[in-house]
């Protein structure tokens, strides 16, 4: 995976465990573990770095369980309620000392709405759409604060964010992204809405 941000950001990530569980009514959940590393930051204020890091669900070393409760099945489209918790290893940039790693558990909570566009069978091609609003919280200590968000944000921040891509043929993904905190302490540097854009391939 492949991301790139409004921040100037661009990393990688890559999926290195993932134990799903599918029942035959529809539920889904599973263990994930992700890594991601920056390639390139294209900003110089550390603390918008460490809050790109921070909204990035698959940021840092990223392990996370998630469920997926059916709501409506039709023969081209789906409703479900989407949910996700985890914990989060973030390697940023300290505003004093020598830290350069901070710990989040987060969590993320919303509906998902996906939309078969095209399908030819015969050539095993597809493309689906998908939306998917949700809320987000995410929980710091109070010295993670100070010393990478210079204690700008709350112990506890939480927002909203809107998720909507396409993938074709069940292998590649374009995935926009944008999370936003509401409850910042200074809204005009921690509170600004991050869009990211990723693009995914399966192998």
């Known amino acids: 995976m492949g991301g790139v941000t409004t921040l100037g950001h661009f990393d990688l990530s890559s999926e290195v465990i993932n134990i799903n569980y599918s029942g035959s009514d529809g539920f889904d959940s599973g263990l994930s573990v992700v890594g991601t590393t920056s390639v390139f930051i294209g900003n110089k204020e550390n603390k918008k770095n460490n809050l790109c890091y921070l909204l990035n669900p698959l940021g840092g070393i990223n392990g996370s369980l998630y469920f997926q409760f059916p709501l409506e099945e039709k023969e081209k489209s789906s409703l479900k309620v989407n949910s996700r918790m985890g914990l989060k290893l973030i390697e ?99 509170g600004i809405p991050v869009l990211r854009l990723t693009v995914v391939y399966h192998f």
């Open 92 to 190: 940023g940039s300290p505003l004093m000392g020598f830290e350069n790693t901070f710990i989040s558990n987060y969590g993320m909570l919303g509906g998902s709405y996906q939309l078969l566009l095209f399908e030819d069978a015969p050539k095993n091609e597809r493309i689906d759409f998908w939306i998917y609003p949700h809320l987000i919280a995410s929980q710091m200590g109070e010295n993670d604060i100070e010393l990478f968000f210079n204690n700008e944000l709350k112990s506890i921040s939480y927002g909203f964010g809107l998720q909507t891509g396409i993938e074709f043929n069940q292998k590649i993904r374009l995935v926009f992204l944008l999370n936003k905190f509401v409850n910042t302490l200074v809204p005009e540097s921690l």
